[in-house]
C-alpha cells in the first residue's frame, strides 16, 4: 500500500534555480525519509526527519515536517545538473518494521 | 568500501524455472530487506529481515522466499517466476532497523518470458 505520495510527478528547472518537492501521507508517522535515485541505480539516502522535528538541513538539502498536514518538502538550493534524479519520500510506520516509499518525483535540472 | 552488492545485476529467464538473487553487504547490518520497482508503483518492499533466522512479509511476499542464514547474505528466491514478477529489484541494509539509514544494493533487472 501507498503511504507517501510525491507531488510533483515531474519537475524541470533551471540549473542554479531552487527546486521544491513534497510528500504526503495517510497515517501517522514515527520518522520520515528523503532518497535520491539515479536513473536505475540504487537508492541513496538523503536526510531522515523525525516526528518530532520540524526542520532539517544538510548541505544544499532543506526538509520540513508538518504532521499536522501530514506532509513534508524537499528544497534543494542552487541547483546543480547533477541533481537530476528521482527523489523518493519513505514513511517508517508505528508498530511495524517496514519502510513505505512513494512512488516519486523525478527532477529534471536544464543546464 | 563499505556496500550492499547483489548478483546478478540482469537476468532473463522463463516461467517456472526457479531462481536466486543474492544479496550481501559487509557492514554487520542487523536490517536487510528486498523492495521491487515497477514504474507508477514506486518501491514496495517483499521481504525483511531483522537479524540472522528472523525473516517477516512486506508488502508484496507472494511468489517469493528469502532466508538469513548468515548475518551478511539475504538472498531472494523465486521457486517459480512468473512474468508479473518481471520488475528491478533492490536489496538495502541498514544497522538495526528502518529507523536508520538504508543502504540499497544497485539492482537486479529481472525479465520473465
Known amino acids: 500500500s501507498q503511504q507517501g505520495e510525491e507531488d510533483p510527478q515531474a519537475l524541470s528547472i533551471q540549473e542554479g534555480e531552487n527546486a521544491t518537492m513534497n510528500c504526503s501521507y495517510k497515517?501517522?508517522?514515527?520518522?520520515l525519509q528523503w532518497y535520491r535515485q539515479n536513473s536505475g541505480r540504487g537508492l541513496v539516502h538523503l536526510i531522515l526527519i523525525r516526528s518530532n522535528e520540524r526542520e532539517k538541513h544538510s548541505g544544499r538539502l532543506r526538509v520540513t515536517l508538518d504532521t499536522s498536514k501530514k506532509s513534508s518538502s524537499l528544497l534543494i538550493t542552487a541547483s546543480r545538473a547533477a541533481d537530476t534524479a528521482s527523489y523518493f519520500c519513505?514513511?517508517?510506520?508505528?508498530?511495524?518494521?517496514?519502510?513505505?516509499f512513494g512512488t516519486g518525483t523525478r527532477l529534471t535540472i536544464i543546464p | 568500501e563499505a556496500q550492499v552488492t547483489q548478483n546478478p545485476r540482469y537476468l532473463i529467464t522463463v516461467t517456472g524455472k526457479k531462481l536466486t538473487v543474492t544479496c550481501s553487504q559487509n557492514?554487520?547490518?542487523?536490517?536487510m530487506s528486498w523492495y521491487r520497482q515497477d514504474p507508477g508503483l514506486g518501491l514496495r518492499q517483499i521481504y525483511y529481515s531483522m537479524n540472522v533466522e528472523v525473516t517477516d512479509k512486506g508488502d508484496v511476499p507472494e511468489g517469493y522466499k528469502v532466508s538469513r542464514k548468515e548475518k551478511r547474505n539475504f538472498p531472494l528466491i523465486l521457486e517459480s517466476p512468473s512474468p508479473n514478477q518481471t520488475s528491478l529489484y533492490f536489496c538495502?541494509?541498514?544497522?538495526?532497523?528502518?529507523?536508520?539509514?538504508?543502504?540499497f544494493g544497485p539492482g537486479t533487472r529481472l525479465t520473465v518470458t
Open positions: 538495502a541494509s541498514s544497522l538495526r532497523g528502518i529507523s536508520y539509514e538504508q543502504y
Open positions: 557492514m554487520n547490518h542487523e536490517y
Open positions: 519513505a514513511t517508517e510506520n508505528f508498530g511495524n518494521e517496514k519502510l513505505t
Open positions: 497515517t501517522s508517522i514515527n520518522n
